[in-house]
């Protein structure tokens, strides 16, 4: 079978940082291209952190910088209190030595969906930004992308306000355009990543694997569990994004419902809320699937399947 194409749209961020890690070295997965965002930090920081990651793991895989910025509203939102001042704290990198791409994001992901012969999977793990600026300036690559399957959202409860997840809150125009493309969607939401949880046994297990994978899972989720005990309370940390990666490799990992979603972009109480029509109340047909529950153990074993890829 021929691995599937993936554009990775990500802002590191250390979930996003095991995303890469996970869909880079899989035979699996031809990952074309990096594209970034600002998110989790700042665009320059996030940047940056795609960048030493690649460094680290000595991925030949282009990085392409993106939007800075949401598509309409002037808040960028942020999260340091997760993620930490450079917003992939934890790891000590080597000075960086690796550039980005002279292209950005926006038009790289136009040029490759153009240049597809519809086969390429658009994977986000960050604010939609840049997929949806590429197609409001150029509507002919929505029949171009095979699917896109993202982190963000919940039909459930959010982690930014009861009402919304941090990816769809932080640029909700730009989901509302990427549900409303009229392609393949599947969203990886809150509801089954805090199923997820990074538990000291877990870091413990995937520490042992002696690679340099282990040692930047170990290095990630050592700061990531501090920060989510803080806020949440939790003893480890949702790994929210590297879901996406692990239902393209297996997708019997998650257990999904079709159904409409639509984007809140206009409320002040519930700004950026999924909702997910599960019961199908508004009789409309559905446009995207759903997470609603996971194989723990199988996502795990696809963790450590990744980070044994890098021996």
Known sequence: MEPRKIILDCDPGHDDA??????????????????????????DKTLVNTLNVCQFLDLDVPVYKGCGQPMIRDKQVIAPEIHGESGLDGPQFEALSRDPESQH??????????????????????????????????????????????????????????AAEFNVLADADAAHVVFTSGRSITMVGLDVTRKVLCLPSIVERMGKNQTRAAKLFVDLMMFFNKTQKQVFGWDGGPLHDPVTIAYLLDPTVLTTKSCFTQIDIRSEQSYGRTNCDLFNIFKRP????????????????????GIRAYA
């Open 286 to 305: 559905p446009n995207s699937f759903v997470a609603v529950d996971i194989d723990v153990a199988k996502f795990w074993d696809i963790i450590e399947m």
């Open 18 to 43: 095991i995303a890469i890690m996970l869909a880079a070295k899989n035979p699996a997965i031809d990952l074309l291209g990096i594209t970034v965002v600002a998110g989790n930090q700042t665009l």
């Open 105 to 162: 994001a926006v038009n790289y992901i136009i040029d490759t969906l153009l240049a597809s012969d519809g086969d390429v999977t658009v994977v986000t793990t960050g604010p939609m930004t840049n997929l949806a600026m590429a197609m409001r300036l150029c509507p002919d690559i929505l029949p171009k992308i095979h699917e896109i399957v993202l982190m963000g959202g919940c039909y459930q409860l959010g982690n930014m306000t009861p």
